[in-house]
């Protein structure tokens, strides 16, 4: 009996001892490079607020792209990094969109969640208008992120009047203040920022289809002034930093869903008699032209409802030259060329920029071109359709959780390559998608 | 032109799996010697080595036995600094022979498990939307016929029938309003018939041949199970799906050597038509739903092992048993999954066998497999990163013969 004891003693061992056996990886050691983490801060615009669905919220800004770097960068040497979240009582922030269900066509409807908002209240700023208004946030900053801040409006002193996102941040109220978005951003010392400026100054003019006098480009020798002017700001204490290009508009499903080719087979749908649809153009003799498909709509000409439907005198909505597609629908090929041509030298700006400081520079105009393409990551297809490819959230402009993961992972690349240093990608299958009820 | 359609279409699973999947632990006594013994006579499991070898048996005899199988594989996402392990499972393959008959012809019957497996990765990993588990098990039955022609040569054959399991779960990429990934798990079985066939030689020179021949089983799934774990909206999905997997053919030639009258040296060559992966085809039903039937190419090549082992009678009731071995990977760049991360790999093995009674025997094997590591971007889905696999296969079967 001692000796069969014995034997079952060891082959548990012996099967306990391969149970616990790994095969080896050597994962590579995670160290900072020439760059120090300590105090990383982010500058930008909405994308890095982690805006998404048309909206701030909490879901939104826990998936932002710096809340993913500051979480890689505390392996090493990162400090904490804190975003203004909003409350979980108020975690709807300023409301978002989302899909609620399906028309029987399989369509879906898009609608706003309106509950648990942080909206505080509105303020009627004169000579700009109404603002709104969120509830404060008086802690800790590292993301500064604030949605809709154009480059051109980094140095204004009264812009904290005139966005609520940035008077949330801001110890005064609308109204009293006068800090510059670049002197608040740099109060506190940093040693390591992201920097993701400029969108806005060609994006405003974009989505309004041009049409909005107070939208129009950003002056392309201002651009290049206050670019080197921050970036001069934001290295004075000699930190290091990654800066990140501008994208295509042509590249965002805000401006590839409604084609002139889908609107003209549904209107041919319903009156097969249609030959033309009829656009307000900044490059039309009289104003209004026949539409091309050069030229390029809006998503919210979709979501307006508007095409197709009868005036006063019972003209259809853009199938006739007395009731043309609003300028606001439209980028017509004029005005795209135009928006392709200061995306281009802002980008120009950019790289100078960040080439003379040495720093490193995430070229999104470049890698959401590619995923414009289309590209399987991690067993999930990527490309650039609305609602389906998995990339853009359902405003069209802004990403989703799992799309702000693939850009987080570009950024990690290039600080790794221009710093030496190691961060780990992220992981983007841990974050969603589209949200489908 | 109100609203937009939707046009999603989520393709789905895609069965794999490569030689990770061939059990080779069809006797104790052979999984000892690096898997070889189809040039050998040297007990019931020639009903699978070698069906023509079973009529050269001086006796008639009955085994069982079974193996536990630790597969250990690790995975390290390209640019990430985390490395993911697979959960800690056990597969149990087992094989039963019985032989009986007279000098001139045997009869037998044996049930193994060639192909089968057995993988778990946790269900968040990143891989997920590749797979997060997949367990096959193939069973095949194969009653059998051996001839002595002569003192020199012996014919066998027999039928196969398979029974083969498979049920494969994977994440899909579709958030649900929770934000969570979706779920597709297939669950099925089907059936399949082949054969066995083998010719055993004894040479003038005291060599002993052996070439053997399984043929292809094609196992046809029907009405498994599809369930889906997806948003509701989206729906409805199918609920059934058909598939066919195919087991492929294995050529061996084999040879025994016999350098004194206690020692064995035994060294098989491998063939596996594994090029039947042209590619594998899922049909789903009912149709219709936003899950599109899949034909996905694998584009598989034939690929060969080679396995050296030696025994030597140390006393008159122990024998001691080891072998080395080695097979190339039939997974070409590109293709590697992880239902089974396959490579080229190392066979190192040992074993001993002891003669409790004249009639009563215990065999136990231990066998160890090295994958080597490979660097892969999936040309499928995309997922990128350095796989690292271990296999340790402790064994042990009984015998009785008269």
Not at chain 1, 218 to 235: G, S, V
């Amino acid at each position: 009996m001692k000796f069969n004891n014995k034997i079952n003693y060891i082959v548990a061992s012996a099967l306990l001892f391969i149970a616990a056996c790994k095969p080896s990886i050597d994962a590579p050691s995670v160290s900072k490079g020439q760059a120090d983490f300590s105090r990383y801060i982010s500058v930008g615009n909405s994308l890095t607020a982690g805006y998404a669905d048309g909206g701030l919220y909490l879901e939104g800004q826990k998936a932002s792209y710096p809340e993913m770097l500051a979480g890689q960068m505390k392996a090493a040497g990162g400090g904490d990094f804190k975003t203004p979240f909003f409350n979980e009582d108020q975690a709807n922030g300023s409301g978002y969109l989302h899909i609620s269900g399906f028309n029987t066509d399989g369509t879906p409807q898009i609608t706003p969640v309106k509950d648990n908002l942080a909206v505080r209240g509105q303020v009627a700023i004169p000579g700009f208008g109404n603002v709104t208004l969120y509830t404060k946030y008086s802690g800790d900053i590292n993301n500064y992120g604030v949605p809709g801040i154009k480059l051109q409006q980094i140095n204004y002193a009264p812009y904290g009047n005139l966005n609520g996102y940035y008077e949330r941040l801001l110890p005064g109220n609308a109204g009293t203040n006068n800090t510059p978005y670049i002197d608040f951003v740099t109060a506190k010392p940093f040693t390591f920022f992201s920097c993701w400026l400029g969108n806005n100054d060609a994006l405003g003019y974009a989505t309004s289809g041009g049409a909005n006098p107070a939208d129009q480009l950003t002056d392309k020798n201002q651009f290049a002034q206050l670019y080197t002017f921050a970036i001069a700001r934001l290295t004075a204490n000699g930190a290091k930093g990654v800066v990140a290009t501008i994208p295509d508009v042509t590249s965002i499903p805000y401006f590839t869903t409604v084609t002139y080719a889908a609107l003209l087979a549904g209107a041919q749908k319903v009156s097969p008699a249609v030959q033309a649809i009829f656009i307000q153009a900044s490059d039309a003799p009289g104003g209004v032209r026949a539409a091309t498909a050069q030229d390029l709509f809006t998503l919210t000409l979709n979501s307006d409802g508007v095409f197709g439907k009868p005036n006063a005198a019972g003209i259809p909505y853009g199938l006739h030259p007395l009731n043309p597609i609003e300028s606001k629908y439209v980028l017509d090929k004029t005005e795209t060329a135009n928006v392709k041509d200061y995306v281009s030298y802002y980008n120009s700006v950019i790289k100078s920029v960040a080439a003379s400081k040495g720093l490193a520079v995430m070229d999104a105009f470049t890698v959401l071109g590619q995923f414009k393409a289309g590209k399987v990551v991690d067993g999930v297809t990527v490309n650039s359709n609305f609602v389906t490819g998995n990339l853009f959230s359902l405003d069209g402009v802004h990403l989703t959780p799992f799309g702000y993961a693939l850009v987080a992972n570009e950024f990690i690349k290039s600080i790794n390559s221009q710093y030496g240093s190691t961060l780990s990608t992220v992981d983007p299958t841990k974050y969603r998608m589209v949200k489908f009820p | 032109m109100r609203k937009i359609l939707l046009g999603i279409l989520m393709s789905l699973p895609v069965l794999v799996f490569g030689q990770g999947f061939q059990v080779n632990l069809q006797g104790q006594k052979q999984t000892a010697m690096g898997g070889a013994g189809t040039g050998l006579a040297i007990d019931e499991a020639s009903l699978f080595f070698n069906p023509g070898a079973v009529s050269m048996l001086e006796k008639n005899g009955v085994q069982v036995g079974a193996n536990l199988v630790f597969l250990k594989s690790a995975f390290l996402q390209t640019g990430s600094s985390t490395v993911e392990y697979n959960k800690s499972e056990v597969a149990p393959p087992f094989q039963g022979y019985a032989v009986f008959g007279s000098d001139k012809i045997k009869f037998g019957i044996a049930a193994y498990t060639p192909f089968g497996g057995l993988m778990k990765w946790d269900d968040n990993w990143s891989g997920k939307y590749s797979v997060t588990s997949l367990n096959l098990k193939a069973i095949y039955v194969q009653p059998t016929v051996s001839v002595k022609l002569t003192d020199y040569l012996g014919l066998g054959g027999g039928l196969v029938y398979t029974y083969g399991d498979v049920n494969l779960q994977r994440g899909v990429p579709l958030s649900n309003s929770a934000g969570e990934s979706g779920k597709a798990t297939l669950d099925g079985h089907g059936n399949g018939w082949g054969w066995n066939a083998g010719i055993y030689l004894k040479a003038i020179t005291g060599v002993t041949i052996g070439i053997s021949h399984r043929s292809k089983v094609d196992v046809k799934v029907k009405d498994g199970d599809a369930v889906f774990e997806l948003p509701a909206s989206l729906g409805p999905y199918p609920t059934s799906f058909s598939s066919q997997l195919a087991l492929p053919a294995t050529t061996t030639l084999g040879f025994g050597i016999y350098p004194s009258k206690k020692t064995t040296i035994a060294f098989d060559a491998n063939w596996v038509q594994w090029h039947v992966y042209r590619n594998l085809a899922f049909a789903y039903s009912p149709t219709g739903t936003r899950i599109p039937n899949t034909n996905s190419p694998r584009n598989y090549k034939d690929a060969a092992a080679l396995r050296l082992g030696i025994q030597n009678q140390t006393t008159s009731s122990l024998t001691l048993r080891a072998g080395i071995g080695y097979a190339w990977s039939p997974v070409v760049d590109g293709y590697v999954t992880p239902e089974v991360p396959d490579a080229d790999r190392l066979m190192l093995s040992a074993g001993l066998g002891y003669n409790v009674t004249p009639k009563f025997s215990v065999d136990a094997s231990f066998l160890f497999e090295g994958l080597k590591d490979r660097t892969q971007t999936n040309i499928e889905t995309g997922l990128s990163g350095k796989f690292a696999s271990d296999v340790y296969v402790p064994g042990i079967s009984l015998s009785y013969k008269w």
